[in-house]
């Protein structure tokens, strides 16, 4: 069954291309269906295309549908074009003409923008509340470990003293900023489009504001035509705020990959969070973290996908749009399982403390050495010139009791503050 069939036979090759994964995909989407469908029953009812018993027979019905996606029953089969198709067909199926009526003053499309706003507002949640976990969890490694110094680098040469209580504290500041582009698509998506039908609305006298508050929509995406040329929009916009997150574990999993070395040897992992060698005895590899950054990296190309997908089309519905489903749908799962097993790993990790009583570390003080002398009166220039020579000449011995006290250093990391952040 298709929502356009005229009745004439499609060709299977051609059918086999149009529908691609769409039936996969759109098991995820079916309850966010039912919820408008759902809504739209109850508004047909309210201005009287339909009776209010009619109304009634349809939600009850949909509450059935919705029972069996809920415990994983509900199937599309190859004779559905999609989920639209399948549950118009079990509504017509169990209610006769009144399920014929529940497309009335709708379009397909609206049917998917509508589902696809829902399922947005849901993930982006989710995704949001396991950032805040793994925020959490960062803040309080900081706190742990705020006074176990560990080398800092710039040009991936020593450079000046850091702590893991920067190191984690950096990451959960980090994914604040990551969580404005994350708020800023739930605010797109927060906008209900159904009642634009096919692009250009309806001669039904149908009510917005009913729907709108119905599903628990902010607002409405009022102009019809804007709401058709959200499709695709919505979803970039996911996907920048996808992206923004994965840029911040790709380089999370990237330090970790480092310092689990053996060069490095900053932390490490129980036997059960690492994988061996099929030939080196002695191996212990982040592959959990190796994969973190490799999904992540991925992540970061889903905008640039849609981007290419949608740019240039003109205003008005396109097939192209189809398209958008397939790629920002597998990758809000993926950065869920990467939030999900960044957090449930670092819950293990453990902290070599001792890591500056290596002497080739002894440079790293180097800076807070000249600082003393300028403290002690001598300029700047001065300071760094003699400091210069003792280095070159190995003469040079650290100061290693250092002190920094100002917002944001080692000394004062300000853990409350950037928490605060996120809660406003």
């Not at 209610?95 to 509508?114: E, F």
């Not at 002894?362 to 002398?373: K, R």
Request: charged letters at 25%; one cysteine or more; proline letters at 3%.
């Amino acid at each position: 069954m298709k929502l356009w069939d005229k009745g004439f036979s499609t060709d299977k090759k051609i059918d086999h291309f149009t529908v691609g994964n769409d039936r996969e995909l759109d098991l995820l989407l079916a309850k966010y269906d039912v919820i408008a469908s759902k809504a739209h029953a109850k508004m047909l009812g309210k201005i009287g295309l339909i009776t209010t018993q009619e109304a009634e027979n349809l939600v009850a019905e949909l509450d059935v549908i919705a029972q069996t996606i809920e415990e994983g029953s509900f199937v599309i089969e190859d004779s559905f074009e999609d989920m639209h198709s399948k549950i118009e067909f079990v509504l017509t199926e169990k209610l006769g003409d009144t399920g014929k009526k529940i497309h009335t003053a709708r379009s397909r499309n609206d049917q998917v923008l509508v589902a696809m706003h829902l399922y947005l507002k849901d993930e982006l949640q989710e995704i949001k509340s396991e950032v805040k976990v793994l925020f959490n969890l960062l803040l309080n490694l900081a706190d742990k470990y705020k006074n176990v110094l560990l080398p800092g680098y710039t040009h991936l040469q020593i450079a000046m003293p850091s702590s893991f209580g920067l190191w984690f504290s950096a990451y959960a500041e980090s994914l604040i900023d990551d969580m404005y582009f994350v708020d800023a698509a739930y605010k797109i998506a927060d906008q209900n489009p159904l009642g634009s039908a096919a692009g250009y609305g309806s001669s039904f006298p149908i009510d917005r504001d009913f729907t709108t508050k119905e599903m628990g929509f902010a607002t409405q995406k009022y102009n019809v035509v804007a709401a058709q040329m959200g499709r695709g929009k919505v979803e970039k916009a996911t996907a920048f705020g996808i992206s923004n997150v994965a840029a911040t574990l790709s380089k999370m999993a990237m330090d970790i990959c480092l310092y689990m070395s053996q060069n490095f040897n900053f932390i490490s992992f129980p036997d059960e969070l690492t994988t061996g060698s099929s030939i080196m005895p002695h191996k212990k590899n982040p592959d959990v973290f190796e994969l973190i950054r490799g999904k992540c990296n991925k992540l970061q190309a889903i905008p640039n996908q849609l981007i290419l997908i949608t740019n240039n089309l003109p205003s008005g519905y396109h097939r192209d749009l189809q398209l958008v489903k397939e790629v920002i749908i597998p990758a809000i799962q993926d950065i869920k399982a990467c939030l999900e097993i960044l957090t449930f790993s670092l819950k293990e990790v453990r902290v070599n403390e001792a890591i500056l009583e290596d002497p080739k570390y002894d440079y790293l003080f180097s800076v807070d050495t000249l600082n003393e002398l300028v403290l002690s009166g001598i300029p700047f220039r001065d300071a760094y010139k003699k400091m210069g020579k003792e280095i070159n000449e190995g003469t040079f011995s650290p100061k290693k009791d250092i002190k920094h006290t100002h917002q944001g250093s080692l000394g004062n990391l300000c853990l409350q503050e950037i928490r605060n952040k996120l809660i406003d």
